[in-house]
């Protein structure tokens, strides 16, 4: 059982507090910000999700650059606090539309309200958005999504694809439009996450896909919905019979959300579900079926001098070219005696960006977009404080990058429709596809 | 001009007139009358329009507040009688005007807000009455502001009243709010609370069911303990309440009461009425509610009622399990989590439950939320525990879903789960090793994650992901995160102690102490220092490196420390180590005690080598360790002087006594913590890696915790001992469990039989440590009774493995016990309370005695003939619990013990009290003496199998397969897949454990023990063992249970039977094996017992060996032969145990047998090894003088002893005198010689080798080793045309390069010299009779890439694709 939940803003101020069981003494927030702050254990920079002073146990989960926290005495199972407290936050951005300090701050009534429905007595009940919506009696007060700070994570959407609505994702799900009437629309996102690890001859050592389905239904009446995916889907290493086909999908494992049934899962591929409101992900998957990089680094290191070596970044597209990746980080950790960098960028460069950060040794490099088949390039003179002795490339990298690429995943698994049962011919909602790629670790070895 | 302007003003109408006349005056006309007309409506307005509803309408004045009177109304009289209340409750003097009222409460931290806290009141009590349209919505602002000052903290209780009266509204948000408010200050107010009850008790009956269940809940969360009289009704009726939402507000009201006040809880009769909606309520909300209160009340009720305790029984009875399970799925995910939780404390009756309820929860592992797998996890690990084959497919299942949970949430999500991959890993990492890319670090992971990635790649490395891990671990070395750099050389290090490939490990160990970053050598320091103790062969290799570190790049305590107990330990090999040392006294200041210590001791053990050149850094250290301050620098330096004193030569054989390695490092956990940590698999035990009773406080913990464990522990126990084992154990436990957490720390190396000594040792020779070191404290304490020395010889002896050598089974002490002791279990309750714990210590059983606990009868009578009496027992496999007592023959002092035996790790724990202190430790002798004879648990091994074997084959072959149907859906697709599969190990290694003796009875033509067949078998035995001794040992299992049934009576199929247990080190069923041979009524003979003593060595179980030995010692028909010595020279000779080799040695020949060829192996080989070069020369100029030939293991020996002295010109003399007796010359023998030569750089050395090979005709491998030593030679001094040269001369000899590292070597020579055009000639050359691997390739394309040669990186690549060394 839970004794106390509190949000806490990146300041430690507390935005939200609710004790639930009274048996933690008041203070505990302000216990839990400086351990957190202060975390030196054991060398370890920064604070484990679940940590325990004085036998309160602590567990905590960072969204958004708020901290939410919920407290017990008892030894329970971490999994599922962490998991109640991640869901919090999303039945709460369900309700807000965007879930920041301020959205909180403003609609803390509403906040209080869900959280005495999603917890009584320390005991969950329930964080079902659609369950809610029938006790919960606040109107969510939209904050002006015109406001929204460029690094949220729903503007992956909006850049590019002009067909689409930009707001629909920070929508409140029980608020109204503005025009009153609400618009029969449905989301579903393909969202991968790949990790690639490139060794310093450039193979792929290591290479993973982490994908989620994601759903987020504005329909009305609740309606089923059927879901096709690739036939040539194959789930488990095991199952032979699929994996002679080269083209196939193979996922090395698969879960499922709770309102998804798989009676036709087996047969044909499809996931038949009833929505509930709110984002969801419908299914998460995992797979390490090989696949073709969207990026190939390329890292030269020259010595020249004692006192001085060059570095020269490139990085090649190989995706289609009628695909654009956006937003790319390039960065490079530094021998820890490099004084200075200076760069030098390909000529017609446009939106790009280098820095050297001093006080972490770093190499920085922005890229507002590239597109498919393209290939750019930096090279960056350093200046050692002191000389070179040893191997400079053991003292530096490796090359990271994150990147977002719209409209694009690299695993083949794709929707190929999306159906929804309802009786009336005129009822069309709207239903939006997307893919999305993003980097999660993507690395390569100098 | 004056004049004319003045008439012309008054004559004519000027044109100012004209605009008074005509504007000025209409429009004061005009205005005058609009003045008239808006005066009208004004009047009318404020008189009569106003209070016109349509007209506000129009107007849209409703939302403006308007003025009210409340006076007239009905509700402010209510209001009226509050104030009243109100005042006279916090005391007279009171007024009734609200300013007064607000100082009553002054906020102390925020004092600004007081006069906001006023305003509100003023504008809540406007509106607290109306009843106007539209002041909902004002009221709603108001409150907004109440709540947020309340949450910001500002104290706002002082608006109680108004905030209740406000909240009289058919408005349900308004309500909400006002309940935050109430349920917020009800505690700190309790009179205040009083004023809510009437109309939240009102709000009970609405006919809105939200309301209902919003008041009811509020109601209870009040937390005022006088007024949970007014809470009994409305519960009761919320509880009968026909709506779902107010039953499951009403269930956790019931649950909150019993928290305010238990005894009003009791007395309505809730637990009742709970359990029935409970078993009845259609809402699964309502039943998890029910469910969740029902275990918190009774689990606090259950320590003092009966009924209570029984009904807590009940949750986990088969029924209601059953009615649970069946409603699993209307459950939300933490309805699902709650009785997943319950249903892992329910015990099966039979296995076919087991698999229904696996079945029935198979899909639940697909779940999305991480909590419902892990229950569901939790559950299937608690019902297989007791079925081991069943438990690793478990494990097997669990893997995917896992890895999916741990990728796809957020990283706290994933690091919760990954804990509990962490421990699953830990304890089956053979499951996990070729997952080990999953363990894999990304570089954006929090740190605290990456640290568990890294034990578990650890702990899964084997021999064959070593390389791949390790290589990965290098690259985190480099780390920007120094933490997580240093965790990886500590893995690194980790594995190469595991002994997979040692050879490998420790070059790169070398290399990171090459890297100069501090960190990096201070880790790798203490790292070698641990290699060096646990494989000394290494010491050659590791000293040269860590000469060339300088001391003063060593700052940290610790890898100060470990260089310095190398200098120490390793002075004659390091030429100036005294110097080193004698430096680092000179700074004596600068270093921590820990050092200080160090530094001593290695400066004691340097003087006894190397005594000129040490004095004067022996005098310094002495003399600054007197003048120390730390108590033990101090002591030890005395102790030393003394030492010294006293006499040089004793002080040796003390401070620097031969050095055993150390086979195993101390596990930091004790399995009984680790078991405990399991048993609470998915719980915060699992995150923070200890069992819960180490972190949870006590005054917030349920005694029910340990009834719990009670109940497990008493379940399948007899009957008549459950009730005296559980009241000790209630009274007991928590101490016990103390006990056990403390010792942790204590509990070193307790001796694990290695320390046991061989019978016929000739104690005169000194070089026995462990009795002359015992001799020597003996004569020190005579000399000098000093209290520090003594202190000192303790400290010194700590690491000598002297803290608990267990009592020799052949000399039982003197103490006597009574056979007939009598004692009540009430008495010794009271006894068990009274005395305090004397000896708690854990001990080895030796695996035999722990597979007699199958049935624990067996061991009570055991224990009953040595006159130790049982009192009570309980557990199931593999724990069980016994309090013995004992009282001694000729006094009535008893001895009470608490054992605690694991059949698993084969430990038992014991806690003895006594009320004779002073015998306890004899007691412990005898009892342990009792509980680890061999020969009786053979006997009561044998009398369980007589009884289980006839019943065991049966049930296990019928009943096992029925059930499967959960393993057959999802475990067998890859079985089916490969039936095509043409050997039957091919097949056995794809089958599941559980399906190896069907597979097996299915093939019955092909393994059939018959003797004709036993080849095949063997070699399946031998094949299987490698890769799967699990699945070895079911097959070996399956051919006893044949050979049973078919009633074999050949003895040399059980024999065979045994040997091939010692392949798999599985005693305990080559004892099964030999019960069922007698059982079978076959004559046991001496190869018999010789077989079983080298399964148990070669399973590291000396002492078992041994009593088997005096087993066969003391028995007419089967005495020792030459084999049963040879088998234990060849055993200790394995454990590169010396000194019991010889003993064993001397044993023999005095038996009367003669040494043979086998012997001088093992002696010779064992004394090189543990660079014992003298004897080994001594062995084998005996050899030679009794005429035996020397076999190719004993030249290698000897070969490999010369090369270790780097004695170059005895290497030259014994090559020479070999190819002139024409032995035959093989690669590894000759391998040696040329490593010799390599890393003296002697080429000319080599060349004359090759021309001395040449010349005596010796051809092929040897040849062949000789030609790329001499070319990796040259290579490394970058002689290029000498390889070439040497290269050339190789080929026309039509020889190839034999490993890709010569090649590498050569490849990277020609690199550091720049001649790439003589490197693609080389290539070229090379490739036509060799082809690349992978490595060569990756070292081209890193040469080619440093030196900027693109062109040439993309046709390396291109020939690696053409050449298919990418694709493996």
């Given at each position: 059982m839970i004794s106390q939940f509190f949000v806490l803003s990146?300041?430690?101020?507390?935005?939200v507090f609710r004790d639930y069981?009274?048996?933690?003494?008041?203070g505990s927030a302000e216990i839990f910000f400086r351990k957190v702050k202060f975390w030196k254990d054991d060398g370890e920079e920064e604070a484990p999700p679940v940590f325990n002073v004085d036998g309160v146990n602590y567990f905590h989960v960072k969204v958004v650059g708020l901290l939410f926290v919920a407290t017990t005495r008892v030894n329970m199972s971490p999994s599922l606090v962490l998991e109640l407290l991640q869901r919090i936050a999303r039945v709460i951005k369900d309700y807000l539309g965007i879930l920041n300090e301020d959205s909180i701050r403003k609609n803390f009534v509403l906040v209080y309200e869900l959280l005495d429905e999603v917890i009584d007595f320390g005991y969950v009940q329930t964080t079902s958005t659609e369950v809610l919506k029938s006790y919960v009696f606040n109107e969510p007060i939209v904050?002006?999504?015109?406001?929204?700070?460029?690094?949220?994570?729903?503007?992956?959407?909006?850049?590019?694809?002009?067909?689409?609505?930009?707001t629909a994702v920070t929508k409140s799900v029980v608020a109204n439009d503005p025009g009153g009437r609400k618009r029969e629309e449905i989301f579903v996102d393909i969202i991968e996450k790949i990790s690639v690890t490139f060794s310093s001859?450039?193979?792929?050592?290591t290479s993973e896909i982490d994908g989620t389905i994601q759903m987020k239904s504005y329909l009305s009446g609740n309606p089923e919905i059927r879901l096709a995916l690739n036939e040539d889907l194959a789930i488990g290493?095991?199952?032979y019979r699929s994996s002679s086909g080269s083209g196939s999908v193979i996922l090395d494992d698969c879960n499922f959300h709770?309102?998804?049934?798989?009676?036709s899962f087996d047969i044909d591929r499809t996931l038949s579900l009833v929505p509930p409101d709110g984002e969801f992900p419908v299914m998460n998957y995992r797979m390490t079926q090989e696949f073709k990089p969207p990026f190939r680094i390329n890292t030269l290191i020259e010595e020249a001098g004692s006192l001085r070596a060059e570095v020269i970044l490139k990085i090649s597209a190989e995706f289609p070219s009628n695909i654009t990746a956006n937003t790319i980080i390039v960065q490079m950790p530094l021998p820890k005696y490099t004084a200075r960098a200076t760069f030098e960028l390909e000529?017609?460069?446009?939106?790009q960006t280098t820095d050297f950060k001093e006080s972490t040794k770093r190499l920085e490099w922005g890229l507002k977009k590239i597109s498919g088949g393209s290939e750019h390039t930096l090279r960056a003179k350093l200046t050692f404080s002191q000389e070179l002795h040893g191997n400079i490339t053991k003292e530096a990298g490796p090359v990271s990058l994150t990147f977002t690429i719209p409209m694009?995943?690299?695993?083949?698994?794709?929707?190929k429709y999306l159906q929804i049962a309802k009786k009336?011919?005129?009822?069309n909602p709207y239903r939006w596809v997307r893919y999305v790629t993003q980097a999660n670790s993507y690395v390569a070895r100098i | 001009m004056d004049s004319a302007a003045t008439s012309s003003s008054s004559s004519s109408p000027s044109p100012v007139d004209y605009i008074v006349l005509l504007i000025l005056r209409p429009i004061a006309a005009i205005s005058f009358v609009f003045v008239f007309i808006a005066l009208g409506w004004l009047l009318a307005w404020k008189l009569?329009?106003?209070?016109v509803p349509l007209v506000q309408e129009i107007f849209g004045l409703r939302k403006k507040p308007a003025k009210f009177k409340?006076?007239?109304?009905r509700l402010s009289r209510y209001y009226n009688s509050i104030n009243a209340r109100n005042s006279s409750a916090s005391g007279?003097?009171?007024?009734?005007a609200p300013p007064a009222q607000s100082?009553?409460?002054?906020?102390p931290s925020q004092p600004s807000g007081k006069g906001e806290v006023s305003d509100l009141r003023s504008q809540l009590r406007q509106l607290a009455g109306s009843r106007a349209p539209g002041v909902d919505d004002a009221k709603r602002e108001l409150f907004k502001k109440v709540i947020s000052y309340m949450t910001i903290g500002?104290?706002?209780?002082?608006l109680f009243g108004e905030m209740v009266m406000c909240?009289?509204?058919?408005?349900i948000v308004l309500k909400k709010m006002c309940y935050l408010y109430v349920g917020n200050y009800a505690k700190v107010n309790p009179d205040l609370a009083l004023l809510t009850i009437n109309f939240l008790q009102r709000d009970c009956k609405d006919q809105d069911p939200m309301i209902r269940g919003l008041a009811l809940r509020s109601l209870s969360s009040l937390?005022?303990?006088?007024?949970v009289e007014y809470l009994v009704g409305p519960l009761g009726s919320g509880l009968k309440d026909n709506n779902a939402y107010v039953r499951t507000v009403a269930v956790m009201g019931a649950l909150k009461l019993y928290h305010i006040s238990a005894s009003t809880c009791l007395d309505a009769d809730f637990p009742a009425v709970l359990k029935h909606l409970m078993l009845n309520d259609s809402e699964s909300q309502v039943v998890a509610n029910c469910l969740s209160a029902l275990q918190e009340i009774w689990n606090s009720e259950s320590s003092t009622s009966e009924e209570a305790a029984r009904e807590k029984e009940g949750l986990i009875s088969k029924p209601f399990i059953y009615y649970l399970l069946n409603r699993l799925?209307?459950?939300n995910e933490w309805g699902q989590c709650l009785v997943l939780e319950l249903v892992a404390k329910y015990v099966p009756s039979d296995t076919n439950e087991n698999f229904d309820i696996m079945n029935l929860l198979e899909?639940?592992?697909?779940?999305?939320?991480g909590a419902v797998v892990l229950a569901t996890i939790k559950v299937f690990l608690q019902l297989t525990l007791s079925m081991a084959d069943v438990h690793q497919e478990v494990y097997e299942r669990i893997k995917a879903p896992l890895l999916t949970l741990v990728s796809s949430g957020s990283p706290e999500q994933s690091y919760a789960v990954l804990s509990h991959l962490h421990l699953l890993v830990m304890r089956a990492p053979y499951i996990f090793a070729s997952d080990y890319k999953h363990f894999y670090c990304q570089y954006n992971e929090p740190s605290y994650v990456k640290k568990l990635k890294l034990e578990m790649l650890t702990a899964v490395a084997n021999e064959n992901n070593t390389y791949e891990i390790v290589t990965e671990l290098c690259e985190y070395?480099?780390?920007?995160d120094v933490a997580i750099a240093r965790e990886s050389i500590r893995a690194v290090g980790k594995i190469a102690l595991q002994q997979y490939d040692v050879n490998a490990i420790v070059d790169r160990l070398l290399q990171f102490l090459e890297m100069e970053k501090d960190y990096v050598t201070a880790e790798a320091l203490v790292l070698v220092k641990d290699l060096l103790r646990k494989y000394p062969q290494w010491s050659h290799d590791c000293i040269a490196v860590v000469?060339?570190?300088?001391?003063?790049?060593v700052q940290e305590p610790k890898a100060k420390a470990a260089l310095i107990w190398m200098l120490g330990e390793y002075a004659q090999d390091m030429d100036d180590a005294p110097y080193i040392l004698e430096s680092l006294v000179e700074n004596w200041?600068?270093?921590a005690p820990e050092v200080h210590l160090h530094l001593l001791t290695a400066i004691m053990k340097c003087f006894f080598r190397r005594p000129p050149e040490t004095q004067k850094a022996l005098g310094m250290a002495l003399a600054a360790g007197l003048s120390d301050f730390h108590q033990d620098v101090h002591d030890r330096a005395l102790f030393y002087y003394r030492l010294l004193q006293y006499d040089v030569s004793s002080a040796e054989r003390v401070v620097n006594p031969p050095k055993q390695a150390v086979s195993v490092f101390a596990d930091t956990q004790s399995n009984e913590i680790k078991d405990r940590i399991f048993d609470e698999f998915n719980s915060l035990s699992i995150v923070y890696q200890k069992p819960s009773y180490m972190f949870t406080d006590k005054d917030h913990r349920g005694p029910f915790e340990f009834s719990d464990e009670i109940g497990n522990l008493t379940v399948g126990a007899e009957s008549e001992h459950v009730v005296p084992a559980t009241s000790v154990d209630a009274n007991e436990t928590s101490d016990l469990l103390l006990s056990t957490s403390e010792k942790e720390d204590t509990r070193?190396?307790?001796?694990?039989?290695?320390?046991y000594s061989a019978p016929f040792?000739?104690?005169?020779?000194?070089?026995?440590?462990l009795q002359s070191e015992l001799a020597i404290t003996g004569l020190l304490g005579a000399a000098d009774p000093g209290p520090q020395a003594s202190t000192a010889i303790d400290d010194l002896l700590m690491?000598?493995?002297?803290?608990a050598p267990p009592a020799p089974a052949s000399a039982p002490p003197p103490l006597k016990l009574n056979a007939r002791a009598a004692l009540d279990a009430g008495s010794f309750q009271k006894k068990w309370r009274e005395l305090p714990v004397a000896i708690s210590q854990e001990c080895e059983l030796g695996s035999q005695g722990a597979a007699a606990l199958t049935s624990p009868q067996a061991l009570l009578h055991h224990m009953q003939g040595n006159s130790i009496q049982c009192i009570a027992s309980g557990g199931q496999s593999p724990n069980f619990k016994f309090f013995f007592f004992a009282q001694k023959a000729d006094e009535p002092s008893v001895f009470l013990v608490e054992c605690k035996i694991n059949t698993s790790t084969t430990k038992a724990q014991l806690n003895i009290k006594a009320e004779?202190?002073?015998t306890s430790h004899e007691f412990l002798a005898l009892f342990q003496s009792a509980l680890s004879r061999p020969e009786a648990a053979i006997m009561a091994l044998a009398a369980a199998w007589r009884r289980v074997s006839s019943s065991a084959a049966g049930v296990a072959a019928q009943s096992l397969p029925d059930s499967f149907r959960f393993q057959q859906r999802s475990f067998c697709s890859s079985a089916t897949a490969v039936?095509?599969?043409?050997?039957l190990l091919a097949k056995l290694l794809q089958l599941s454990t559980s399906q190896i003796k069907r597979a097996l009875d299915s093939e019955d033509?092909?393994?059939?023990?018959?003797s004709s067949d036993l080849a095949v078998s063997d070699s399946l035995v031998a094949r299987l063992a490698s890769s799967s001794p699990q699945k070895a040992k079911l097959v070996l299992e399956w051919r006893l249970e044949r050979m049973v049934n078919d009633g074999e009576k050949d003895r040399s199929l059980y024999s065979n039977l045994i040997s091939l247990c010692a392949k798999i080190r599985n005693v305990p069923l080559a004892m099964s094996v030999f019960t069922s041979m007698e059982d079978c009524g076959i004559q046991v003979t001496a190869s018999v017992f010789n077989s079983l003593i080298h399964t148990c060595l070669s399973s590291n179980e000396v002492i078992t060996a041994l009593s088997l030995f005096e087993i066969m010692d003391g028995s007419e028909t089967f005495r020792p032969d030459s084999e049963t010595y040879d088998t234990f020279i060849s055993g200790f000779s394995n454990f590169r145990d010396t000194h019991r080799m010889r003993a064993w040695y001397q044993a023999k020949r005095e038996a009367g047998f003669s040494a043979n060829l086998l012997n001088y192996e093992s002696l010779i080989s064992c004394c090189v090894k543990v660079k014992d070069f003298d004897t080994a020369d001594l062995f084998y100029n005996e050899m030679m003088a009794q005429g035996i030939a020397p076999s190719e293991k004993v030249l290698d020996s000897v070969l490999e002893g010369l090369c270790k002295r780097r004695n170059c010109e005895r290497v030259k003399e014994f090559v020479n005198f070999l190819m002139e007796c024409r032995f035959e010359i093989t690669g590894s023998l000759i391998e040696k010689v040329v490593k010799l030569y390599c890393e003296l750089e002697k080429p000319d050395e080599i060349e004359k080798l090759l021309d001395a090979l040449v010349e005596f005709n010796q051809v092929g491998e040897a040849l062949l080793q000789v030609h790329c030593g001499i070319i990796r030679l040259y290579a490394s001094l970058d002689r290029l045309d000498d390889v070439e040269y040497s290269v050339g001369r190789m080929m026309s000899q039509g020889m190839s390069f034999s490993s890709p590292g010569d090649v590498e070597r050569v490849i990277s020579a020609y690199f550091r010299r720049e001649a790439y055009d003589r490197l693609d000639l080389f290539l070229e050359h090379v490739t036509r009779y060799y082809k690349l691997t992978r490595s060569t390739y990756d070292l081209l394309v890193a040469g080619y890439r440093r030196a900027g040669l693109t062109e040439k990186v993309d046709s390396v690549v291109k020939d690696m694709e053409s050449s298919g060394a990418l694709a493996c």
């Open positions: 990146q300041r430690g101020d507390n935005i069981r009274g048996d933690v003494q008041k904050i002006d999504a015109a406001r929204l700070q460029p690094l949220n994570p729903a503007s992956m959407f909006m850049q590019g694809t002009k067909r689409m609505p930009g001859s450039g193979y792929i050592l290493t095991s199952d709770e309102s998804v049934r798989l009676d000529a017609g460069a446009v939106g694009y995943n690299v695993s083949k698994l794709q929707v009336s011919s005129s009822y | 009569v329009l106003v209070h409340p006076q007239t109304r007279p003097g009171q007024a009734m100082s009553r409460n002054p906020s500002i104290d706002v209780s002082s909240s009289v509204t058919p408005d937390r005022v303990a006088n007024l799925r209307e459950f899909d639940r592992l697909q779940h999305a939320n070395a480099a780390n920007v000469g060339n570190i300088s001391s003063k790049n200041e600068e270093d070193a190396m307790v001796a694990n039989g290695s320390d040792y000739d104690s005169s020779n000194p070089a026995l440590p690491g000598l493995d002297l803290t004779d202190q002073s039936a095509s599969a043409d050997t033509s092909v393994v059939a023990g018959r």
